[in-house]
């Protein structure tokens, strides 16, 4: 059995496993902007993955819709960039399970498989390794948001890198709105502008969100365009409803106003 070890406990977000747990629990329930409405019907969740100082307070406001559903979702398919590795097409995760400091979370083999036999063959390349995911981020710091607040779900951890949207979203097409499955992007928004810049930057990318429009989506607005763009390819085929709920920059949370990183949080369901 292969387990890829936390690459970024003690860096992104705590080691002990009882102050991640208290860090993690204040997040969940620290009072949002707006207090998000339930979501009894989620399909999709967009949520940021920088250091938890930083994107914590935002992601912690999407995570919190996620414990009612816990009766009825069984996987979440995890997308982001890799910002580490140059990929084309997708990476999936070869491992059996991904550990964290709260233990480990199951890959969904099966969900693997399947979708290794839909792609092949087709025009998104298709590759089953940890080559991408070793030195990444991205998807690992949702893990212990989903360990607290989905338990018993498996994940299936997938890199999205070179592609056509249109063609990653129609793989991910049998999966949109099944009842047991989650999509999961994980991605921030602007990087590095001052804050003022970043706030206009990220209020218009905010908007092209909630509009799914893709096309107004550059590889500048969020270093998760790729797999964002092939998610709001989904939302807009099916005339879902994508609902912000949160959107700050590191200026907001712990770090400087010179240069800032922006964090959005959006949940998707049917209209």
Request: contains cysteine.
């Amino acid at each position: 059995m292969t387990v890829r070890r936390a690459v970024v406990a003690g860096q992104f977000y705590p080691r002990d496993p009882h102050a991640l747990n208290a860090q993690v629990d204040a997040y969940l329930r620290a009072p949002a902007k707006v207090e998000p409405e339930p979501s009894p019907d989620l399909w999709a969740l967009v949520v940021p993955h920088a250091g938890y100082v930083y994107s914590g307070p935002t992601a912690g406001v999407g995570y919190r819709l996620l414990p009612p559903l816990a009766d009825r979702l069984r996987r979440v398919v995890l997308l982001g960039p890799a910002h580490f590795v140059p990929l084309l097409g997708i990476e999936i995760s070869a491992s059996d399970g991904w550990a964290t400091p709260l233990g480990q979370v199951s890959v969904d083999a099966a969900a693997r498989a399947w979708l290794v036999e839909r792609a092949t063959p087709g025009p998104v390349p298709v590759t089953v390794a940890d080559t991408a995911h070793a030195p990444e981020h991205c998807l690992e710091v949702q893990l212990p948001f989903l360990q607290a607040t989905l338990p018993e779900v498996a994940v299936l951890p997938v890199l999205v890198g070179e592609s056509k949207p249109d063609a990653v979203a129609d793989l991910l097409t049998p999966w949109w709105g099944a009842a047991d499955t989650l999509l999961l992007v994980s991605t921030d928004l602007s990087h590095y502008e001052p804050a003022w810049s970043a706030e206009q930057h990220d209020e218009r990318t905010c908007t092209a969100i909630e509009r799914a429009d893709a096309e107004a989506i550059g590889d500048h607005d969020a270093c998760g365009a790729r797999p964002l763009r092939a998610l709001l390819r989904l939302a807009r085929r099916s005339n879902a409803r994508v609902r912000r709920l949160d959107r700050r920059t590191s200026a907001d949370t712990a770090g400087s106003p010179h240069r800032v990183v922006g964090y959005g949080a959006f949940a998707v369901e049917p209209a």
